[in-house]
């Protein structure tokens, strides 16, 4: 847009103030059309990623409670899904699906489930292209705030990987006011410097994150950005329990231990009031239209987490360890106030990052995620989908309405058409559509590395 020597004689009638309002406008514009390789209408990307939010602890997702009215009002200006499922039970995995776009059980640090904050000799191998990397190359402004949870080494770490900026912790789980981690060591950076910081994690990453959208900048930015909640230890911003984490009983054998739904209540209105603060922060610099935002989890609940209707928790295949809450909210593209039923899963949004972005993954290395903005936009119908899991003694194929599920020796088929709480099986009834899901399952796991054999 270019100011015409009209334009600017209309300018001074109106007034300095309509003046300087039209040329920060015409500085801002100016700015987006003079990116470096960028397309102005590819937009800003904010993934978040909550840790163990079980499927039911939203307010728009059923939570009786308490409310998340900030999340919820994502819902109401997006897409919510109700078949959405994690890569995994449990964090690492997930966080690898992610990262990488394909199913963890491709790569090594995928196998760990999770991995242990004393694991030094594995993490993400830093020759394989991310979402971060891919982006980068496009020309975006990349940072990941929060936690990584897929090495413990520099060259595992996520400025290995494409971001550009990272603030926050390597290991799963830490002390959300002595950010350190369950071997009692600090476990808190900038980008691979250890750095010290007072306050509640939560709303240090949430300051984090408001700062770098307003940053100033030619380029669209992609913000990841990983919340430690509500996961465990149950601390809320006033406080909470102590956790003695010299105490070696309490990894892993006492993780999860203490806490209250009072102290998870207050974990999630952090949790939630950090989430409205960055969407503020898009109305404020002008760029709400124009960002991309995703919410979701990275596996399901644990003990004070609202799973209803689903069994199972963290670290089941069953529902209730897979399905997890997500939101789409892109003004002006993606409808607003829409509930779907297509089937998603962590690789998906990946997929439809990088095709929102205008970047095509890497050409030796397919994604197993699909791009959902053609049914997000209602361009295209629900797509029939399969998805495959795989943890501990644990096996699960999702075709459909059909579940299949193995737990060791014993094999089970659910119909979650009629019994997503899967208490009834069909195994028996239906033999032929077991030994279907359990062939398929076989030709997937046959392209996977095998299973860890000692834990």
């Excluded at 980008?191 to 300051?207: K, Q, S």
């Excluded at 599920?405 to 028996?428: I, N, P």
Aim: a positive charge.
């Amino acid at each position: 847009m270019k100011l015409t020597r009209r334009k600017f004689v209309q300018s001074l009638a109106a007034g300095p103030a309509i003046l300087s309002e039209r040329l920060g406008s015409v500085a801002r514009e100016q700015m987006v059309q003079q990116s470096p390789g960028a397309k102005e209408s590819r937009p800003n990307i904010i993934f978040i990623l909550a840790d163990d939010l079980g499927w039911g602890d939203l307010s728009c997702y059923g939570r009786p409670d308490y409310r998340t009215p900030h999340i919820d009002s994502l819902a109401l200006h997006g897409t919510r899904f109700t078949d959405a499922y994690s890569a995994s039970a449990v964090c690492t995995p997930t966080r690898c699906g992610y990262i990488t776009g394909r199913y963890p059980a491709r790569f090594k640090i995928g196998l760990e489930e999770p991995l242990k904050a004393t694991n030094l000799n594995v993490g993400l191998e830093p020759s394989h292209p991310t979402i971060a990397s891919l982006l980068k190359q496009s020309g975006y402004d990349t940072a990941l705030l929060g936690k990584w949870h897929l090495g413990f080494r520099p060259e595992w770490g996520p400025n290995a990987h494409g971001f550009d900026e990272f603030f926050g912790i390597l290991a799963g789980a830490g002390d959300y006011f002595l950010h350190k981690n369950g071997l009692g060591q600090p476990d808190l950076y900038e980008n691979v410097t250890p750095v010290t910081r007072n306050g509640y994690l939560t709303d240090l990453l949430t300051e984090r994150a408001v700062n770098f959208v307003k940053k100033r900048r030619r380029a669209p930015f992609f913000l990841s950005l990983h919340y430690t909640a509500p996961h465990w230890p149950w601390q809320g911003p006033k406080g909470g329990e102590t956790i003695n984490f010299s105490d070696k009983t309490i990894e892993p054998l006492k993780m999860g231990a203490g806490g209250s739904l009072k102290l998870y209540a207050e974990m999630m209105k952090s949790l939630d009031d950090g989430v409205g603060r960055v969407m503020q922060s898009l109305g404020a610099a002008g760029i709400d239209r124009r960002t991309l935002v995703i919410f979701t989890s990275d596996n399901g609940g644990e003990r004070f987490s609202y799973q209803w209707p689903f069994s199972g928790e963290k670290g089941d295949l069953l529902e209730g360890g897979i399905r997890v809450p997500a939101i789409v909210r892109w003004p002006g593209v993606v409808p607003g106030n829409r509930v779907t039923k297509q089937m998603a899963i962590t690789m998906d949004w990946t997929a439809t990052i990088l095709a929102a972005a205008n970047r095509d993954a890497d050409a030796g290395r397919s994604l197993d995620g699909i791009d959902l903005l053609p049914v997000l936009k209602g361009a295209s119908p629900v797509i029939d989908r399969t998805f495959f899991w795989r943890i501990y003694t644990q096996d699960a194929v999702r075709q459909g309405k059909w579940k299949f599920f193995r737990d060791g020796d014993v094999r089970r088929l659910f119909d979650l058409s009629v019994d997503q709480r899967e208490q009834a099986d069909f195994s028996k009834k239906l033999p032929a559509v077991l030994e279907r899901l359990m062939s398929e399952f076989d030709k997937w796991n046959e392209q996977m590395l095998p299973r860890l054999t000692a834990r």
